[in-house]
Every structure is written in structure tokens, then in C-alpha cells.
């Protein structure tokens, strides 16, 4: 699988555990360290461990990888999943507010995602740009 694909379904698995503004970007023209980024919010610890959770699931079923690391675990206000080619990060709301990992990657083009996705990404309403 390519790493868009792992990308989409990483999206894709997010939202399935309830995730908040799910993004995914194309950092591959800006860092030499991974290709894309997916970011999405979790509102509560457990949630942040689900939604990491269920990713990594998705990832090892229907893109046959695992991650080469996992931090945050056990503090769960920010879990990263670190593929190579792939980085998943879970925040709460205030973590992702202060790292602003979108402004900071800006010139990044975005990924278009599932109208599931991108629907329920939204559907809160609680996030201002």
C-alpha cells in the first residue's frame, strides 16, 4: 500500500472512533522525515487511547504495518504513531490548540477524505480556525 493509502485509512479509522477534525496532509515536499501527517482530536484520555487504538488496528489488518513507535502512551493527551512514511497524532483539544500542527504545516496540501470522514470531522462545530 502506498502511503496515501495507509493515510486515508489512519483518517478513516479516526473517525470511526468518534475523532474531531480529522486531517490528513502531504508533508512529503516539506520534511524528508515522513510523508504525511494525520491529525485528529479526542476529547477525553480515553478517547485519545481509543481512537489510537482502533488506528493502529487498521493499520495492522488492512495496510499490514505496525507502528516503529508509539509515544504519549499513558499520559493520552497526545499519542503518536510513527509508520515512517506515516505519523498519526491524537490530541485533546487544549494540546492540539497549543502545537497548531496545521498553521505549523500550512503550505501542506490536504488530503481529500471520505465525505464520512470529513462529515463527522465537523459535525461538532467546536473548533474555530
Known amino acids: 500500500m502506498t502511503p496515501q493509502e495507509l493515510a486515508l485509512i489512519a483518517a478513516e479509522a479516526a473517525s470511526e472512533k468518534k475523532a474531531e477534525d480529522v486531517v490528513a496532509l502531504d508533508v512529503s515536499q516539506l520534511l524528508v522525515v515522513t510523508e504525511y501527517f494525520v491529525i485528529a482530536t479526542g476529547r477525553t484520555n480515553v478517547q485519545v487511547r481509543a481512537i489510537a487504538d482502533e488506528v493502529e488496528e487498521q493499520l495492522r ?11 504519549g502512551a499513558g499520559e493520552d493527551k497526545w499519542v503518536l504513531l510513527d509508520y515512517g512514511d506515516l505519523v498519526m497524532h491524537v490530541f485533546q483539544p487544549q494540546e492540539r490548540e497549543f502545537y497548531r500542527l496545521e498553521k505549523l504545516w500550512g503550505d501542506a496540501p490536504r488530503l481529500e477524505l471520505a465525505p464520512s470522514v470529513a462529515n463527522a470531522s465537523h459535525a461538532s462545530g467546536s473548533r474555530d480556525s
Open 61 to 71: 489488518v488492512k495496510g499490514g504495518i505496525k507502528p516503529i513507535g508509539r509515544e
